[in-house]
T-cell receptor
Framework: GENVEQHPSTLSVQEGDSAVIKCTYSDSASNYFPWYKQELGKRPQLIIDIRSNVGEKKDQRIAVTLNKTAKHFSLHITETQPEDSAVYFCAASFNDMRFGAGTRLTVKP | NAGVTQTPKFQVLKTGQSMTLQCAQDMNHEYMSWYRQDPGMGLRLIHYSVGAGITDQGEVPNGYNVSRSTTEDFPLRLLSAAPSQTSVYFC????????????FGPGTRLTVT
């Protein structure tokens, strides 16, 4: 089955800086790559996703890039704010969805 | 719409007890799945279903059973609880399959002593 690796496991940035989280996947058949944000005690919620026929997607301060050849994708958050502090999960999907282990992002005011 | 609902919110079991975690959705989604979340391990897929009457195993299915008799409900059964099953369990649904946005329920925190 699919295996998704996510790095780093923790990330601390100053408010206003950028944050980058990287994931790799193993199954070349995977065609959907979402990113979820989970605040403490809450359920995961989708923040952005990308399909295998697209290389980059942007939504305001959040962007995702996909390199199918290298089988890796990344989440970029610009102008970080304290409310961006949360755990972020990447995932890859074909027949079922597999998640990375998560990145705890802390944005210091 | 209530979205995806899960009951109970919290549960404590003794080793060897059985129980069923309930999951329901009112969005007419065909695809439903169960994940467990453990510290440092992300969300691991237990079982999923692509429609009523159809279920399949995920990456960590041992010790769990599922059935899908209706589109709305997807219960998860623990046959004989073990301390290793202490976790937070999330149910999720999607209107078009695994390769689309998953809508998560609020979770059930299970402790097995």
């Amino acid at each position: 089955g699919e295996n998704v690796e996510q790095h780093p496991s923790t990330l601390s940035v100053q408010e206003g800086d950028s944050a980058v989280i990287k994931c790799t996947y193993s199954d070349s058949a995977s065609n959907y790559f979402p990113w979820y944000k989970q605040e403490l005690g809450k359920r995961p919620q989708l923040i952005i996703d990308i399909r295998s026929n697209v290389g980059e997607k942007k939504d305001q301060r959040i962007a995702v890039t996909l390199n199918k050849t290298a089988k890796h994708f990344s989440l970029h958050i610009t102008e970080t704010q304290p409310e961006d502090s949360a755990v972020y999960f990447c995932a890859a999907s074909f027949n079922d969805m597999r998640f990375g282990a998560g990145t705890r992002l802390t944005v210091k005011p | 719409n209530a979205g995806v609902t899960q009951t109970p919110k919290f549960q404590v079991l003794k080793t060897g007890q059985s129980m069923t975690l309930q999951c329901a959705q009112d969005m007419n989604h065909e695809y439903m799945s169960w994940y467990r979340q453990d510290p440092g391990m992300g969300l691991r897929l237990i079982h999923y279903s692509v429609g009523a009457g159809i279920t399949d195993q995920g990456e960590v299915p041992n010790g769990y059973n599922v059935s899908r008799s209706t589109t709305e409900d997807f219960p998860l059964r623990l046959l004989s609880a073990a301390p290793s099953q202490t976790s937070v369990y999330f149910c999720a649904s999607s209107d078009a399959g695994s390769a689309y946005e998953q809508y998560f329920g609020p979770g059930t925190r299970l402790t097995v002593t």
